[in-house]
């Protein structure tokens, strides 16, 4: 029994750890897993985990604004783009992973991340994540046409190595294919 002038606390005491309890529930994103492919409708307000193994993750925050159930696909891409396709100097050095939808957020970021076992940069290159995007057909980029009659086009975004992997955190995913790699500094 708890003592009447200790009452309120106690009661204040247990509200706030099931409070707490309720947040601690609330910040976990669903985790849906796969072989090397995962399709789910996920929730913009709830966030989620993509998982396809092998060390490869693709993490959606709450709040996204996709609505209440976006069909999207994650996999290890079919065909690795050649550095030249991406740009001049670009080496690939992941295992490529095409997504399947363009999504864009403007608060939290959308993080890509693959295992690496040591940071893959040498003292002169940046390490990047090359984003495929569907662009107008040009004399570089002709022969990469796809099937909306637009051909791919490549944007870079920084990328960081942090605990054992390779990771970009963004704003857009492309909706094609998506690999880290190496560049030459900026200058």
């Given at each position: ?13 247990a ?7 309720a947040?601690a ?41 996709v ?11 079919a ?37 690496q ?19 107008l057909?040009?004399?570089?980029n ?30 857009s ?6 690999v880290?790699g ?6």
């Amino acid at each position: 029994m708890v003592a009447p002038g200790r009452t309120w606390f106690w009661a204040v005491g247990a509200l706030a750890t099931v409070a707490g309890t309720a947040l601690a529930q609330q910040a976990e994103l669903p985790k849906f897993s796969g072989n090397g492919s995962v399709t789910q409708a996920i929730d913009g307000e709830q966030g989620a985990v993509l998982d396809i193994g092998s060390g490869i993750t693709m993490t959606f925050p709450k709040g996204l604004p996709v609505g209440r159930s976006r069909l999207v696909t994650l996999k290890k891409a079919a065909k690795k783009p050649t550095g030249a396709q991406v740009q001049k100097g670009f080496t690939p050095i992941s295992t490529p992973v095409e997504f399947s939808t363009p999504l864009n957020t403007a608060k939290d970021p959308i993080v890509l991340s693959i295992a690496q076992k040591a940071d893959p940069r040498k003292k002169s290159e940046r390490l990047v994540l090359a984003i495929e995007v569907s662009t107008l057909c040009n004399d570089q980029n002709k022969a990469s046409k796809g099937k909306n009659g637009l051909c791919s086009g490549w944007e870079l975004v920084d990328a960081e190595y942090e605990g054992a992997a390779l990771v970009a955190k963004l704003t857009s995913t492309g909706g094609g294919r998506l690999v880290f790699g190496l560049v030459a500094p900026d200058k």
